[in-house]
């Protein structure tokens, strides 16, 4: 790729990032808010920072360099657009039918419960946010990732030992 | 048990209930702060408070009824004594040897690296307000007991279907 000073996206990384080159949660949370990359919408909250960064700490490091900060935002556009689809008049709701339909239309296959159960967790009075559905979305997928290293047959189930399972699960 | 009318716990609850006697996260986070729980440290914040109630919630109704909130309020009050016992100065900080304390103090059995996990998961600033360290417990006491009930034989590891696997995970 480019080298950092000619990207976009340095400008904003860099801001924030320091000496070490790495962001913590409050300052992912500040560098989305200074880009301006919710809009309308409320800035992200420092939890939903916490998971964004979760996701892609590979190392367990709790924080998060330019590489995993582009690969970060390459997923946050694409959950925009997919949040925008069902919030046509941007007043930062969907609703339980759309979560459904928005979750199908980033490849889950999940049934009638699961979506229940994301809809019981992540909804403000019937209604979720774009904070909210990027939270859910981060941790789907870090979760799904996470199975799938263990499901290698895919055979749709996979054992956990239990010091394995609580890292897995509550990282994110 | 007493008669709700006649418990103390029940004035908190019922001026926050309504008619359904159920509360949501936003209730418990009212009922929690006009009850003065948190003391000097900062109240609970709503993601907290939703894990809360997911933690009980067996119905996936996404509220809490009056005996889940008095089981709530009893397992608050061991996590509360644990964290005090650390934060000797009360200013609503403990550490990371000091987490690792708590949690064995709690009764689980973790390795070091679940340990970090929860560390790298919950900390602001290397430190762990109260506030953190009770959506910790929550956390940590829902996964184990969703592990120990798939793990009928004790030996330690279990098997997940997928969707399964998410409802457990991602309800909390």
Same mark, same amino acid.
């Given at each position: 790729?480019?080298?950092?000073?000619?990207?976009?996206?340095? #400008?904003?990384?860099?801001? &924030?990032?320091?000496?070490?080159?790495? %962001?913590? =949660?409050?300052?992912?949370?500040?560098?989305?808010?200074?880009?301006?990359?919710?809009?309308?919408?409320? =800035?992200?909250?420092?939890?939903?920072?916490?998971?964004?960064?979760?996701?892609?700490?590979?190392?367990?490091? #709790?924080?998060?360099?330019?590489?995993?900060?582009?690969?970060?935002?390459?997923?946050?556009?694409?959950?925009?657009?997919?949040?925008?689809?069902?919030?046509?008049?941007?007043?930062?709701?969907?609703?339980?039918?759309?979560?459904?339909?928005?979750?199908? #239309?980033?490849?889950?296959?999940?049934? =009638?419960?699961?979506?229940? &159960?994301?809809?019981?967790?992540?909804?403000?009075?019937?209604?979720?946010?774009?904070?909210?559905? &990027?939270?859910?979305?981060?941790?789907?997928?870090?979760?799904?990732?996470?199975?799938? !290293? !263990?499901?290698?047959?895919?055979?749709?189930?996979?054992?956990?030992?239990?010091?394995?399972?609580?890292?897995?699960?509550?990282? %994110?």
């Amino acid at each position: 790729g480019a080298p950092p000073a000619q990207d976009p996206m340095w #400008g904003y990384f860099s801001a &924030v990032a320091g000496q070490d080159g790495q %962001i913590d =949660p409050m300052e992912l949370q500040q560098c989305l808010t200074n880009s301006g990359f919710s809009g309308t919408y409320q =800035p992200f909250s420092l939890e939903t920072c916490r998971v964004m960064i979760a996701m892609l700490d590979r190392d367990f490091s #709790g924080k998060m360099g330019f590489n995993e900060f582009k690969e970060l935002w390459a997923a946050l556009n694409g959950w925009r657009t997919i949040y925008m689809q069902y919030d046509m008049d941007r007043t930062g709701f969907i609703n339980a039918q759309e979560l459904a339909t928005c979750v199908h #239309g980033m490849g889950y296959n999940l049934n =009638p419960q699961t979506i229940n &159960v994301l809809m019981k967790r992540y909804n403000k009075n019937g209604q979720i946010t774009f904070d909210d559905f &990027v939270a859910c979305a981060v941790r789907l997928r870090a979760l799904t990732d996470a199975f799938r !290293r !263990r499901d290698q047959a895919q055979q749709g189930m996979c054992t956990f030992q239990y010091d394995d399972f609580l890292q897995c699960t509550l990282c %994110i």
